[in-house]
């Protein structure tokens, strides 16, 4: 089939390899976010998409909109069979979803019903979730809504940050694209409506969301820090001081008041609700992350030392930007 594929960042990347690879499909064309500022110096960069299909010399496609006629009219001259599509980033109409004859098949990482929106690998760690996966389905106009071509299920580890989780599910999706589109091509698959119970939803992950809440208990605090790992990156204060977190560990010692800190031989342990958690790694304003254990000595932390939870909050959450991984109806 002749492919015009969607997507932006990293972990559209797999998907987009592997139909390059392909010996039964062809992209004649890739559609990706504008050139964006990136990083301290704020360069302006060609998203990993538009990257990787500069290097295959595949024309790409940077419409400010999806919806603008200029785009539209390309778009039907490439005549496309089908739009895969993979953490786009912007939201297509029913004038682009009419073009490609067999439609836009969207890669989302949820098994559907469940975690319809821009961030379920992260609401499925948050929320203990065991067992998570991939679905392909054709996009229509409601939030990851349109009927199922197929799934991948993937087991979440107890260490599992949403970085991690999230390049497991990018590789096996490729697979599953991939197979989805040979099946749409022979004529064997068909598209299963979703059902109706089951549904829930995972917006955007903001800034706010990725304060830890050490009244809570640890099992909670460690899903939370996993689930915003590496962005957009739990955080927490202490007084005046904001300090970035790495992934903690639920420890069997004795309970400490939420938010005590106690610095030992075996690390610097955080007090929950419940057990305590070990801090892994610590970043203070201005410096890179670093091992807890050097940040507690650097601070010179006395037996008062401790934390603070949102209700104790004094100073307001910097803005953060953060890159969807999947957005499935791509708003």
Request: charged residues 20%.
């Amino acid at each position: 089939m002749r492919l015009v594929f969607a997507g932006t960042p990293e972990p559209a990347v797999p998907t987009l390899q592997r139909l390059l690879d392909s010996a039964r499909h062809e992209v004649v064309a890739v559609i990706t976010r504008p050139d964006a500022a990136a990083g301290r110096g704020r360069k302006v960069v060609r998203s990993p998409i538009g990257q990787l299909a500069d290097a295959h010399g595949v024309p790409v496609l940077t419409p400010t909109s999806p919806s603008d006629p200029d785009f539209l009219d390309q778009l039907r001259a490439l005549e496309p069979d089908c739009c895969p599509v993979v953490a786009y980033g912007a939201l297509l109409r029913p004038a682009a979803l009419a073009i490609p004859r067999h439609g836009w098949v969207n890669l989302h990482f949820s098994l559907l019903p469940a975690w319809r929106g821009a961030a379920p690998v992260q609401s499925a760690i948050r929320a203990g979730d065991a067992v998570t996966g991939a679905s392909t389905f054709r996009i229509e106009e409601g939030l990851d809504t349109g009927p199922v071509f197929g799934i991948v299920t993937e087991t979440i580890r107890p260490n599992d940050t949403a970085g991690a989780l999230l390049a497991r599910l990018a590789d096996s999706g490729a697979a599953l694209m991939s197979s989805t589109m040979d099946g749409i091509e022979d004529g064997i698959l068909t598209a299963v409506e979703q059902p109706t119970d089951g549904v829930s939803l995972a917006p955007k992950v903001t800034a706010a969301d990725a304060r830890v809440d050490w009244t809570l208990p640890a099992l909670a605090v460690d899903r939370v820090v996993r689930s915003v790992t590496p962005a957009p990156g739990a955080w927490t204060t202490m007084g005046e001081v904001r300090l970035k977190l790495g992934p903690v560990l639920p420890v069997d010692e004795p309970a400490l008041p939420p938010g005590q800190l106690q610095v030992g031989k075996d690390g610097v342990l955080v007090g929950t609700a419940t057990q305590p958690v070990r801090l892994s790694q610590v970043q203070p304003p201005g410096k890179k992350m670093m091992n807890a254990g050097d940040w507690a000595r650097g601070a010179r932390l006395d037996d008062t030392a401790r934390l603070d939870s949102p209700h104790h909050e004094t100073t307001q959450p910097e803005t953060t930007q953060h890159t969807p991984t999947d957005r499935t109806t791509a708003r």
